[in-house]
């Protein structure tokens, strides 16, 4: 039993899943998100009724189940590397979400890590909600194949970040600070890729969640092969004073695509109306297989030449504050998701990033709402004093003693 509020650290982790590492059958399949808390089961379950996401009974159906609420974000890298150096695990990872063609062999250990699809942002509920719940078609599909081959298997679903995070209100400033802090240091946890021409670095890219989806249904997740294991070429890319291409070339990133090319073209001008120099994502091309070309065009992706760009959220979405427009018929096959995007093409010193041009601007809709409410009200209150001073008294009165007062119309 795990008491109320405590953090399941990377040790104790190891020492509950201990029984999993000891048993005669060892196949452990792990779900793997980009976000998920233990609060999220209830909240989309009962908030929504009928169309609760989580619709798996594996976890009633298992003969024993361990439910952590809080684990330690670092714990699911220290134990993919503990059994990495084990070296009895065959590890396989499955990206492409096609279970017919997972290959386990019974006989020896066996590691699954399936990369589920990212999580929408928390800017529209509903989109998370269909996510969680294709998510969990997908842990279906996969535990129900594996149980018709008559393996016997072990499932962890768990996320490398947590989706809520709460914090006391009475905590001080001081310690609220080194908690933020905290954060951001485990969410850099690799460094970004970084191209050089010569001596010096001429761009910087980085993302913690970077994954393409072909047709609607493919998944194609680069972020472990663009950050992690560096798994792809960049020696296509090219450098100048004005005009900048980062291409990212992989070598079969899924089954039945052999090679994949990603393009980000950006350019360095001088406007005249603000006197400077900025740097601009201009377009985002897609090359699958060198034959099938995609182009999308960039809105609300510029800084000043001197700045980094970044955003927490970019892609296809239309809920996404910098979108990626399809320009083509052939991009309109591709969805993009990339998380806290940060990227340099120009004016790179000592090969880290510059000051970041975030793209949320100073007027949020929150604000825009704000200020059309109050402009409202303030004209319904003018236009109530403007009635009020409109009204008149009257200045002559009755008699009740005196002949009757007689006010013609025109007054």
């Given at each position: 039993?795990v008491?109320?509020?405590?953090?399941?650290?990377?040790?104790?982790?190891?020492e509950?899943?201990?029984?999993?590492?000891?048993?005669?059958?060892?196949?452990?399949?792990?779900?793997?998100q980009?976000?998920l808390?233990?609060?999220?089961?209830t909240?989309?379950g009962?908030?929504?009724g009928n169309?609760?996401?989580?619709?798996n009974?594996i976890?009633?159906?298992s003969p024993?189940?361990?439910?952590?609420?809080?684990?330690?974000?670092?714990?699911?890298?220290?134990?993919?590397?503990?059994?990495?150096?084990?070296?009895?695990?065959?590890?396989?990872?499955v990206?492409?979400?096609?279970?017919?063609q997972?290959?386990?062999n019974?006989?020896?250990?066996?590691?699954?890590?399936?990369?589920?699809?990212?999580?929408a942002?928390g800017?529209?509920?509903?989109?998370?909600?269909?996510?969680?719940?294709?998510?969990?078609?997908?842990?279906?599909?996969?535990?129900?194949d594996?149980?018709?081959?008559?393996?016997?298997?072990s499932v962890?679903?768990?996320?490398?970040r947590?989706?809520?995070?709460?914090r006391r209100?009475?905590?001080?400033a001081?310690l609220?600070?080194?908690?933020?802090a905290?954060e951001?240091e485990?969410?850099?946890s690799y460094?970004?890729?970084?191209?050089?021409?010569?001596n010096?670095t001429?761009i910087?890219?980085?993302?913690?969640?970077?994954?393409l989806?072909?047709?609607s249904?493919v998944?194609?997740?680069?972020?472990n092969?663009?950050f992690?294991t560096?798994n792809v070429?960049?020696?296509?890319?090219?450098c100048?004073d004005s005009?900048t291409t980062?291409?990212?070339?992989y070598?079969?990133?899924?089954?039945?695509?052999?090679?994949?090319?990603?393009?980000?073209?950006m350019?360095?001008?001088?406007y005249?109306?603000?006197?400077?120099n900025?740097?601009?994502?201009?377009?985002?091309?897609?090359?699958?297989?060198g034959?099938k070309f995609?182009?999308?065009?960039?809105s609300?992706?510029?800084?000043?030449?001197?700045?980094?760009?970044?955003?927490q959220?970019?892609?296809?979405?239309?809920?996404?504050p910098?979108r990626?427009?399809?320009?083509?018929?052939e991009?309109?096959?591709?969805?993009?998701?990339?998380s806290?995007?940060q990227?340099?093409?120009?004016n790179?010193?000592?090969?880290?990033?510059?000051?970041a041009?975030?793209c949320t601007?100073?007027?949020?809709?929150?604000?825009?709402?704000?200020l059309?409410?109050s402009?409202?009200?303030?004209?319904?209150?003018?236009?109530?004093?403007?009635?009020?001073?409109?009204l008149?008294?009257?200045?002559?009165?009755?008699d009740?003693k005196?002949?009757?007062?007689?006010?013609?119309?025109?007054?």
């Amino acid at each position: 039993a795990v008491h109320e509020g405590h953090v399941v650290s990377a040790q104790e982790l190891t020492e509950f899943l201990q029984p999993l590492f000891t048993q005669n059958s060892r196949n452990l399949v792990l779900f793997l998100q980009d976000r998920l808390s233990i609060d999220d089961f209830t909240y989309f379950g009962e908030s929504y009724g009928n169309k609760n996401p989580f619709q798996n009974e594996i976890l009633q159906s298992s003969p024993s189940s361990l439910v952590l609420p809080a684990v330690d974000c670092k714990a699911t890298k220290y134990l993919l590397s503990v059994l990495q150096e084990s070296g009895d695990w065959k590890l396989t990872n499955v990206t492409n979400l096609n279970v017919s063609q997972l290959e386990v062999n019974a006989s020896n250990p066996n590691l699954l890590v399936v990369q589920l699809q990212p999580l929408a942002s928390g800017l529209k509920e509903i989109s998370t909600l269909e996510a969680i719940a294709e998510n969990d078609k997908i842990i279906g599909r996969v535990t129900m194949d594996l149980q018709e081959r008559g393996i016997h298997f072990s499932v962890i679903y768990t996320a490398v970040r947590p989706s809520r995070i709460s914090r006391r209100t009475d905590v001080v400033a001081e310690l609220r600070r080194q908690l933020m802090a905290a954060e951001e240091e485990d969410s850099l946890s690799y460094p970004p890729l970084n191209v050089t021409t010569g001596n010096y670095t001429c761009i910087l890219f980085y993302a913690s969640n970077f994954s393409l989806k072909a047709n609607s249904s493919v998944l194609i997740d680069l972020t472990n092969a663009t950050f992690v294991t560096q798994n792809v070429d960049i020696s296509a890319s090219e450098c100048s004073d004005s005009n900048t291409t980062l291409s990212l070339k992989y070598t079969k990133p899924v089954n039945g695509i052999s090679s994949l090319e990603i393009r980000f073209l950006m350019t360095n001008k001088f406007y005249e109306g603000s006197a400077r120099n900025w740097s601009t994502l201009d377009s985002v091309e897609i090359v699958q297989d060198g034959e099938k070309f995609a182009k999308f065009d960039v809105s609300a992706i510029s800084a000043p030449a001197e700045y980094s760009f970044h955003c927490q959220l970019v892609g296809t979405s239309n809920l996404y504050p910098a979108r990626l427009v399809p320009s083509d018929n052939e991009a309109k096959n591709w969805d993009v998701f990339i998380s806290e995007l940060q990227i340099q093409g120009f004016n790179v010193i000592n090969s880290q990033f510059s000051y970041a041009s975030d793209c949320t601007g100073f007027f949020t809709p929150a604000i825009w709402m704000g200020l059309v409410t109050s402009i409202i009200l303030l004209w319904i209150l003018t236009y109530g004093i403007h009635m009020i001073m409109q009204l008149t008294t009257n200045n002559r009165f009755d008699d009740p003693k005196g002949p009757a007062l007689s006010v013609p119309q025109t007054e």
